[in-house]
């Protein structure tokens, strides 16, 4: 399969000025099936949320352990017998309470393996310093005119 010719009809400096853009191609009846929107210039930004304590670590691993849990007991409830097993209700209850006592072991395991080595919480994310919307040689120029239409965001 060959790699269809594209040209970059718009820069921008943020993803939803880019969405918009493609957008606003849609409203007005241009063909987008073939549209690309690219970012360029990678990052990935790690944001610290906090400080980590054995605290904050068995609460964490307290909410996900307890999570799973519930995911088990919910498909040991599907598949019990409801004349010799436990009700429904016990299971789930059952499976939240041991998921949340594992959740809290592991994860102060977790956290005292790291010998104070990574005492922070954080959320990283990918991020671009530019996009470049791109379309197929046939529709580049109706696509551009099109552009040039575009009011600019306030």
């Known amino acids: 399969m060959t790699e269809i010719e594209r040209i970059v009809i718009r820069e921008c400096v943020s993803y939803k000025e880019a969405q918009q853009a493609v957008d606003f191609l ?10 690309q ?17 054995y605290g904050r670590a068995a ?7 307890a999570w799973f849990g519930l995911l088990v007991g919910m498909l040991l409830g599907l598949f019990a017998n409801p004349d010799q097993d436990p009700s429904w209700t016990t299971l789930l209850l059952l499976g ?17 393996a790291t010998r104070g080595r990574r005492d922070f919480s954080s959320r990283s994310k990918m991020e671009a310093s530019q996009y470049e919307v791109t379309c197929p040689v046939p529709v580049s120029g109706k696509a551009r005119q099109k552009l040039a239409e575009m009011p600019t965001a306030t």
């Open 96 to 112: 939240v309470l041991w998921g949340a006592m594992f959740g809290i072991v592991y994860g102060l395991i977790v956290h005292a």
């Open 26 to 35: 849609s409203d007005h009846e241009i063909e987008v099936s073939g549209i």
């Open 59 to 65: 609460g964490a691993g307290m909410v996900s352990g």
């Open 37 to 53: 929107i690219v970012g360029t210039g990678l990052r990935m930004v790690e944001t610290v949320t906090g400080r980590m304590s």
